[in-house]
């Protein structure tokens, strides 16, 4: 019997979530306590939103946001990838995994797509879609 899930299959798996997850944690205090020795980098505060990995556990593609726009997301892509192999070391002492995940960062655009969300809803013509109708709360009363 095999275990494995086919790729076209219902999502991540456990372990893939659960290693990405470590992987985001450890990121984060890495950049948060500075111990890259790029002063560009460390001078930046970057959030990393989430982390994805294959499904080998070989690749993790990390999403991450500069904090209040205080760089341009391309420049932080651009320093995090200048030290993707610090970055990596990092990531490997914190895990047990066979192989060091190869580390892909990409822009966060989850905000994006909430703001987009927001948008659409504040619509009067969507609010007014997604209003009760008057008709169906006087029957349901009575």
């Known amino acids: ?28 205090d890495v950049l948060n306590r500075a111990e890259i020795h790029d002063p560009e980098l460390n001078a930046m505060s970057i959030t990393v939103g989430e982390v994805s990995c294959s499904p080998d556990l070989k690749i993790a593609t990390v999403y991450v946001m500069p904090l209040m726009g205080s760089v341009p997301v391309d420049q932080a892509i651009a320093a995090l990838a200048r030290n993707k192999a610090e970055l990596r070391h990092r990531v490997s002492q914190g895990l047990t995994l066979k192989y060091a995940p190869d580390l892909r960062f990409r822009p966060d655009e989850t905000f994006d797509r909430l703001d987009d969300t927001r948008r659409m809803f504040s619509d009067p013509a969507v609010a007014r879609d997604l209003a009760p109708d008057e008709d169906e709360d006087g029957a349901a009363g009575g």
Do not use: D, F, W, Y
Request: hydrophobic share 20%; aromatic share 0%; glycine share 10%.
């Open 1 to 28: 019997m095999s275990n494995k899930r086919s790729p076209s299959g219902q999502g991540p798996s456990h372990r893939q979530l659960r290693v990405g997850e470590l992987i985001r944690r450890t990121l984060s």
